[in-house]
């Protein structure tokens, strides 16, 4: 079918970016200065010690011995070892340490969007041109041009510093600790790191309160960005679908009504949406980022700070390139998906 | 695998369910709450009284223990193995779990007492350490003469089957252990032996480091032999401690340790010790104010002010072993080998601004490499008096007058020195008003500032130094000997060539015969009233010829909640933080 | 709906540039669309205001901390309370005015977006036009490099090069330039490839016009509408990097009155206390800003031509 060669197409063209993406990130390390020994040591080492360490981790070894070694390496995900903020660590298991909180946080913004922008979307675009519309529209852009770390400390100051709704920062109520894993039919199984799942599996409720009460604000700084972007895709979408031949054809043939034409237009303009949705999740993990950072919670994003600023390249390496490929794979799928639901693509 | 660690609970509650823990925070009625929530809304989390599991144990002593104990701090590391890392933020934790041969006393500015060892002894090129009998790992088993060396070997030898290995040790491997100890030997079974390569003075207070934790043997031969399997102690580090090693939460990035009802030693007075992390110090702060944690630290000088300013929490302090200054670079810059020039400089700025206003009064003028806990201080000296009419004529009789250099300096605040960027600004408009011109060269990261100062490219750089063990070898030889032998050098030397430098932590590259001899002196005398002459005498020819610009000896700065017994709590510059003594209200 | 006015070849080259701008289609479907004359009221508002703080006050004098002279967190003149008149938008953990900073702080983010996106879309476009006049080969590696550069989500990008380069204003400039100058390729690349399509190009090139010639007679200019919806829009976004790189701690030094910054410090400095003016202020004028920026943007892609309606971001 044309389709799988599409999809086979979009698979082989992601190899070379793949690689340049890697090549990329190896060059993050090489290019930046710094003796890595010495950050791993730190300041209290004798040189002596130093210049061991550096033969021992192959930093005398050419260039491109080391390029290779990296390659190998990164195709199995091994990234090394942190030099300074999780030393001993490896980078994969800090990633898998950090990856559920920021994810958490990522799933519920962008639930958030999808629940509010898609409506949104269409009321603006059934009522195109009212007030409504307007006022509609000026929102959406408003939340996009407002910036997150402004967005999340007015939400703090409004429902937390004031009216002392909500928690300012973290993920948990301080003294709550959770178990490793989760008995089900007698099997120990592992936890997902989601605060808001795991408490559910081990059936802590009060935990569950507070996971939530914690994550409310963060979830919707995010979401306030996606629902934005989204609405706008969505209204824009709708009104495109709308005004389309077809559409005009379909109103001929009869189907007369406004309801029919928007039932049928909604189905078909949701699809530019789901690129939409692919695009954004880029910006949602530069907004996990920051929202992290604005609420204290501990994930990728701040942790990514914290390597840039201790000059942690393996983490710093690791955390852009799994970044990248997540990026990547979710824009390839939407691709694919509206490969599949676009009719005039399929031809 | 990554996620988290062996839980080993041995005292509370039984398997599946969460621990939810009563606090007893004053005036907190519903459980914990958090920073910024008020404690009387339902919307609180666990602890509204369905779920408390407070602990009521008496430990051995007949002390009570019950309650939790908060400490909040800015960072998170994963990693509590005291061999793998030269981190204060992992020393904090690894003192409550682990215990050291040689301990040093609570609030005593350096003071050594009785730690696992009951005597000890430094003769010759031999210390002798004789244990106490009867301590028990967290495990239940003794700790014997076997399990110290089984400790050192695992940080320094090669050889030993369980190396921690060299990607894994820490920068302290070489100069706690490595370059002093050549062999160790088990004489019986609570003896042990150090055969050290030279007289060193300092060994006994480098048992006192926390990097020198004693470890348990089983332990060490339990998880594998290769150095990714000794890593992993780092995950569940097991010790003698008053507390022992429950969980790593890395996702919401906190430590619970439980009480050791076995202790050997004083305390714990707590159930259990919470450590959590809060990365800005104004909601660290707040935090703290609310009740919601009972101490913290590293606080700058706005937070330090919200929390005097609070009914609820107060702030202690106490003068730290450390130093700030400014370092001129003997190697590169021919004009700072002249001791004329570098007083000059130093009367030229009015470092007493500074610290009175740049560091807000949290530290005291500097006036000599060694802060005044330290032995050997030199108390007849004093800091170089504010003169920029002196300053001047001293540069012009030195020829110097049009001199002009590079200041390189770091961003972000560092506990010696809070404001780097204005204490460079403020060095740099006090030259410029003598007609001295200086460029600031800023460093975005301490990595990258290390490698650039640590390389010697810098005309003068500031820098600071926190003690290791008190002891006056870890400023006067770190931080200022030149690593090289002094018959190598000549009478009238005042500088030496970086790549002939063998010390590395030396920013200065500054040498005097006279100093180099006192200090490795110092370093082989086994007499204190002999180390202390030795010392005040070698301070005094640093102070004389300037090879830095001093500035700051700085305080240590702690807050407490009013729930903590503020007589069980005292701030420690080297050591600590002591957990297992403090009672809550 | 509308078409752009190219469409007699020849008449073309005799009409002058101003001529068709002035019977643009693209202009006058611009001006009377209310909220992009907004955006762009906004703008030229903002505009002035930088350009006054910028002559009325001094730099140096604005980021010095003013501890020991003036109190520190006063909230602003018109809340009473304890507030001082002369400063209107309250002080902040320094003492210092927040009015001027704001006000100075749209003059730093004007300056240093408007280098960044002139930077990215005079390297996009020359990228752009290459990669769609010149052989499959120089097409295919322009545009491979530029995907690579943009299976990166843009903030990360940044961060990652600012581990290179380090921080500081003018970092943060290179980053963000080399962030967006893929986007300014593709929509470059979109838009020459469909003029290129015209048949008018093949006559021209049969009639022996050379290939620079070509391209910036023909190519170029049919290309300037998209390529200024695409600056205008990413000027919004520019200010928005760059405010959250500042607000990272990668970009302005301390003391700079950026709004990024500014934002920054008001959180640390005042969120938990209540001191909401050290925060909402900047955010305002940026938000506001960037909101300018979007809606004229918005409005100048709905005037554009359908065909290079969807080439644009």
Redesign the interface.
């Known amino acids: 079918m044309a389709s799988k060669r599409f999809i086979l197409k979009r698979l082989l063209l992601l190899v070379?970016?793949?690689f340049?993406?890697a090549t990329?990130?190896f060059?993050?390390l090489h290019?930046?200065?710094?003796?890595p020994a010495?950050?791993?040591?730190?300041?209290?080492?004798?040189?002596?010690?130093?210049v061991?360490?550096r033969q021992?981790?192959g930093l005398n070894d050419p260039l491109y011995v080391q390029y290779g070694r990296f390659l190998v390496d990164a195709v199995q995900f091994d990234f090394g070892?942190s030099y300074?903020i999780?030393?001993?660590?490896?980078v994969?298991?800090?990633l898998?340490?950090?990856i559920?909180?920021t994810l958490e946080l990522a799933l519920y913004g962008q639930v958030i969007g999808i629940l509010l922008g898609i409506p949104l979307g269409v009321i603006s675009a059934v009522k195109q041109d009212t007030l409504t519309d307007?006022v509609g529209?000026?929102g959406a852009?408003?939340g996009?041009?407002?910036?997150?770390?402004?967005s999340g400390?007015?939400l703090?100051?409004l429902f937390?510093?004031?009216l002392?709704?909500?928690?300012?920062?973290?993920?948990?109520?301080?003294?709550?600790?959770?178990?490793?894993s989760?008995?089900l039919f007698g099997m120990q199984l592992?936890?997902t790191?989601m605060?808001t799942i795991d408490?559910l599996l081990?059936?802590?409720f009060?935990?569950w309160?507070?996971a939530v009460?914690?994550l409310f604000l963060p979830a919707v700084t995010i979401g306030i960005y996606s629902m934005a972007l989204i609405s706008r895709m969505m209204r824009s979408s709708m009104l495109e679908v709308v005004r389309q031949d077809y559409m005009r054809t379909a109103r001929a043939k009869g189907q007369g009504s406004k309801i029919t034409v928007m039932k049928h237009g909604f189905r078909n303009a949701l699809i530019p949406v789901i690129t939409v949705i692919g695009i954004q999740?880029?910006?949602l993990?530069?907004?996990a980022?920051?929202t992290e950072?604005?609420f204290?919670i501990?994930g990728i994003g701040?942790m990514?700070?914290s390597?840039?600023?201790?000059?942690d390249?393996p983490l710093?390496q690791g955390?852009?390139l799994t970044?990248?490929l997540l990026?990547?794979l979710v824009?390839l799928v939407v691709d694919i998906t509206y490969s599949y639901l676009d009719p005039r693509i399929q031809q | 695998m990554s996620r988290d660690t062996v839980d080993r609970r041995t005292f509370l509650k039984s398997a599946g369910a969460a621990t939810v823990v009563a606090t007893s925070l004053a005036g907190c009625s519903s459980g914990d709450g958090d920073s910024g929530e008020d404690t009387t809304e339902a919307s609180g989390d666990g602890g509204d009284g369905t779920e408390t599991d407070e602990t009521t144990e008496q430990d051995d002593d007949g002390n009570d223990l019950s309650g939790t104990l908060v400490y909040s701090r800015g960072d998170h590391p994963t990693n509590y193995d005291p061999q793998q890392t030269t981190s204060g933020e992992v020393a904090k934790v690894t003192n409550q779990v682990f215990d050291t041969l040689i301990d040093f006393v609570p609030g005593s500015g350096g003071q050594l007492t009785d730690g696992l060892a009951t005597e000890w002894t430094l003769e010759e090129t031999t210390a002798t350490v004789t244990l106490k009998e009867g301590i028990t790992f967290h495990n239940g088993e003794e700790v014997t003469g076997e399990d110290v060396r089984a400790t050192v070997r695992r940080f320094i030898d090669e050889d030993y089957e369980y190396f921690l290995g060299n990607e894994n040790r820490s920068g302290y491997s070489s100069v706690t252990f490595g370059d002093w100890v050549e062999s160790i030997d088990v004489l019986s079974e609570y003896e042990v032996q150090f055969n050290l390569s030279q007289q060193y003075a300092p060994f006994v207070r480098n048992l006192a480091m926390f990097a020198a934790a004693v470890m348990s043997k089983a332990q060490i031969e339990s998880v594998g032999a290769t150095p990714d399997d000794q890593a992993t102690i780092g995950t569940e580090p097991q010790g003698t401690g008053p507390f022992t090693f429950e969980e790593l939460d890395n996702s919401n990035e906190r430590i619970l340790l439980s009480g050791y009802s076995d202790f050997w030693g004083e305390g714990p007075n707590v159930a259990q010790v919470i450590f959590k992390t809060i990365g800005a110090n104004q909601t660290r702060a707040q935090d703290l104010i609310n009740g919601d944690t009972h101490i913290t630290d590293n606080l700058d000088a706005q937070s330090i002010q919200q929390v005097d300013g609070s009914g609820s929490a107060s702030v202690v302090q106490k003068n730290g072993i450390n130093v700030g200054y400014m370092a001129f670079n003997h190697a590169r810059m021919e004009e700072f080998r002249d001791p004329r020039v570098k007083r000059a400089i130093t009367m030229a700025v009015n470092r007493s601004a500074i610290v009175d206003d740049i560091y807000q009064g949290f530290a005291t003028e500097a006036d000599q490499p060694l802060p005044p806990d330290v032995l050997g201080h030199n108390d007849d000296l004093e800091p170089y008096p504010h003169d920029p009419d002196q300053a001047q004529s001293l540069l012009e009789e030195a020829g110097a007058s049009d001199l002009s250099f590079e200041l390189a300096t770091f961003s972000n605040p560092r506990g010696y020195n809070p404001s780097p960027l204005q204490t460079a600004n403020q060095i740099k408009s006090d030259l410029e008003s003598i007609g001295v011109s200086v460029e600031i060269n800023q460093f975005s990261t301490f990595s990258s500032y290390i490698d650039y100062t640590y390389g010697g490219r810098h005309d003068a750089c500031l820098l600071g130094w926190y003690t290791d063990n008190a002891d006056p070898d870890n400023f006067l030889y770190v931080l200022l000997h030149p690593g090289v032998d002094a018959s190598e050098l000549s009478a009238d030397q005042q500088h030496i060539a970086w790549e002939d430098k063998g010390n590395a932590s030396n920013v200065a590259a500054w040498v005097n015969k006279d100093y180099v001899e006192l200090v490795d002196d110092g370093q082989t005398t086994y007499d204190e009233g002999s180390r202390r002459d030795i010392y005040l005498e070698a301070s005094q020819i640093a102070h004389d010829d300037a090879p830095w610009m001093f500035i700051d000896y700085a305080e240590l700065i702690r807050g407490i909640h009013q729930s903590v017994n503020a007589d069980t709590y005292t701030v420690s510059s080297v050591g600590g933080p002591y957990l297992e003594l403090v009672e809550l209200n | 709906m509308s078409t752009d006015t190219a469409t007699d070849a020849t008449s073309l080259e005799d009409r002058t540039a101003l001529d068709r701008l002035r019977s643009s289609q693209f202009l006058s479907d611009l001006l009377s669309n209310r909220l992009a004359l907004i955006g762009l009221t906004i703008i030229v508002g903002m505009i002035l205001i930088a350009i006054y703080a910028r002559l009325a006050y001094d730099l140096g004098a604005l980021r010095s901390s003013q501890l020991g002279t003036v109190a520190d967190r006063l909230p602003p003149g018109w809340t009473g309370a304890g507030a001082v008149d002369q400063h209107i938008f309250g002080t902040d953990a320094s003492g210092r005015d927040i009015y001027k900073r704001t006000l100075y702080g749209a003059w730093i983010a004007m300056k240093y977006g408007t280098v960044t996106v002139a930077a990215s879309t005079f390297i996009g476009v020359a990228l752009g036009i290459i990669a769609a006049y010149y052989s499959d080969l120089t097409d295919n590696v322009i545009m491979r490099t530029m995907d690579v550069l943009l299976s990166f989500p843009s903030l990360l990008l940044a961060l990652a090069l600012v581990a290179i380069f380090g921080s500081g204003l003018w970092k943060v400039v290179i980053a963000l330039t080399l962030v967006y100058t893929p986007r300014f390729a593709r929509v470059v690349r979109g838009a020459a490839l469909k003029v290129l399509e015209d048949e008018y190009i093949e006559a021209t090139e049969a009639l022996g016009a050379n290939d620079l010639r070509v391209l910036a007679k023909h190519v170029f200019p049919n290309t300037l509408a998209p390529v200024t919806v695409q600056s205008t829009l990413n000027y919004g976004l520019a200010i928005i990097d760059f405010a959250a790189l500042s607000f990272l701690g990668f970009g302005a030094g301390p003391g700079m009155p950026s709004w990024g910054l500014m934002l920054d410090n008001g959180v640390s400095n005042g969120l938990l206390t209540g001191k909401w003016w050290m925060s909402v202020f900047p955010g305002l004028f940026l938000a506001i800003l960037v909101l300018g920026f979007n809606l004229l943007g918005d409005g100048m892609r709905d005037a554009l031509d359908p065909r290079m309606r969807e080439t644009v971001d």
């Open positions: 070379p970016v793949l340049g993406v990329f990130v060059v993050i290019l930046a200065s710094g003796d010495r950050v791993i040591l730190g300041q209290r080492a004798p040189q002596s010690q130093v061991q360490l021992e981790l070892q300074q999780a030393q001993g660590d490896t994969r298991s800090v898998a340490d950090k559920p909180v307007h529209r000026v852009l408003s996009i041009s407002i910036p997150i770390y402004w400390p007015m703090i100051l937390s510093t004031t002392s709704i909500f928690p300012a920062s973290g993920r948990l109520g301080s003294t709550i600790f959770l178990d490793n989760w008995q592992p936890l790191g605060v408490t081990l059936g802590q009060d935990a309160v507070s009460t914690h999740f880029g910006g993990l530069g907004g980022v920051l950072t604005v204290g501990g701040t990514l700070v390597a840039i600023n201790a000059n390249y710093v955390t852009v970044f990248a990026f990547t824009n």
